[in-house]
């Protein structure tokens, strides 16, 4: 029940094909035919993954009424991993090498007794794993969100994410792409005509020792520019700090953006390391301007946005943008299935309004004037800047 109560955190799917506007009985099939738990991992087979109805780790029920909520269809997945501890293997090895060195206790085993202790180890497993023993398993929700195309997934990029893109494309058909910072710019610049000057962006430069290549955590096989996350939550840093907190929007509304709660920062060229700092307001923090001086970037922040009368509390992974920890507000006049949906309609206007602040970062990123914003930025993160040296004086 991760999406419908409590905090969020999850990564987006765009969803390439199928299209899909409301969800019917066929879908609610679709995950039955592959729900959790009907085959269990082994030692041959260490991971199985299924469907689960959402509300718990053994719940493998889906009903409409639970399942579809407006135009959205709210479930889980589970993945079952057969793994025995690394400490009793270890320990069954060397079971096995003393029975078989009884008889010459005191000398090195040979090589065809390692083998053979090997041998009788990997026996050993699969009998043990043969009644379900060893097998951890993990629930993650999922929510498939129509009128946005989205699918968001309750889980961090890794293994379990692409285990899910694995059953939802065996399951649906599914084509889909991971909607981090260059994703999103890239399907922002098709919708406005800007794809040329999109491909002509390199990593900006902000430190005199950076050669604007791309950054040590870069996914070289990534087609996207991820790397404007990055440049994204250190544009939104000095805006805050410097102009305003208070962003207008393409639609016609206005949000209000403070950093909270947590900043995590590198260096894109592995010069000067990482920082990790906690605070209520860790931007104003002497050791965060430290690390933008030395050349750091932001890779995660934690947020407070504020538009259209609801307020989220967030931390935004700048590359991926994928979301962690996110509160929502209520909604004090909503009750029955109405608290449910007022919840999915929360989840979607917080989207919208990081995505819309996103644009607003696309729109100066690709203008004419971002050599002058750039050097703003520059100055500003420069030791030389009056603030910089106010806080080395306190």
């Not at 999406?3 to 066929?26: I, N």
């Not at 501890?85 to 390692?114: D, F, S, V, Y």
């Not at 971002?370 to 106010?390: D, F, T, V, Y």
């Amino acid at each position: 029940m991760a999406f419908l109560s409590g905090s969020l955190s999850f990564e987006r799917f765009h969803v390439v094909s199928p299209e899909v506007r409301t969800f019917g009985p066929e879908h609610l099939e679709r995950l039955a035919e592959r729900v959790a738990g009907e085959t269990r991992p082994t030692a041959d087979d260490p991971i199985r993954s299924g469907f689960l109805g959402g509300d718990h780790l053994f719940d493998r029920t889906f009903d409409f009424e639970k399942n579809v909520l407006i135009d959205a269809l709210h479930f889980g997945i589970r993945i079952d991993t057969h793994k025995i501890p690394a400490a009793i293997l270890r320990a069954w090895t060397q079971m096995e090498l003393h029975a078989l060195m009884a008889e010459n206790p005191g000398r090195r085993p040979t090589k065809a007794q390692r083998e053979a202790a090997k041998e009788a180890v990997e026996q050993r497993a699969k009998v043990e794993s043969e009644g379900g023993k060893y097998v951890r398993s993990n629930h993650y929700p999922v929510l498939w969100d129509a009128p946005s195309e989205m699918v968001y997934f309750g889980g961090s990029r890794g293994a379990a994410a692409d285990e899910f893109v694995l059953l939802m494309t065996a399951a649906f058909g599914m084509q889909f792409d991971r909607a981090g910072a260059g994703y999103l710019a890239t399907r922002w610049a098709q919708a406005n005509q800007a794809e040329a000057l999109l491909d002509e962006i390199r990593p900006a430069v902000f430190h005199p020792e950076h050669t604007g290549g791309e950054a040590g955590w870069a996914n070289a096989d990534s087609p996207h520019p991820d790397f404007l996350g990055n440049e994204f939550l250190l544009w939104l840093w000095h805006a805050v700090d410097q102009e305003s907190d208070t962003f207008a929007l393409a639609d016609g509304t206005e949000v209000a953006v403070m950093f909270a709660r947590s900043l995590a920062l590198e260096c894109p060229a592995g010069l000067s390391g990482r920082e990790s700092l906690s605070f209520e307001n860790p931007t104003r923090l002497p050791e965060a301007m430290e690390a933008i001086r030395t050349g750091k970037l932001p890779r995660k922040a934690g947020l407070t946005l504020v538009r259209l009368g609801q307020q989220y509390e967030l931390t935004l992974q700048a590359e991926s943008l994928a979301i962690s920890g996110a509160k929502l507000a209520k909604d004090p006049d909503a009750e029955g299935r109405a608290v449910l949906e007022s919840r999915i309609d929360a989840i979607r206007q917080l989207n919208e309004t990081l995505d819309r602040l996103y644009e607003r970062f696309l729109q100066v990123r690709i203008s004419t004037n971002w050599g002058e914003q750039l050097e703003k930025i520059s100055r500003w993160a420069s030791p030389l800047h009056p603030e910089r040296r106010r806080n080395a004086a306190a």
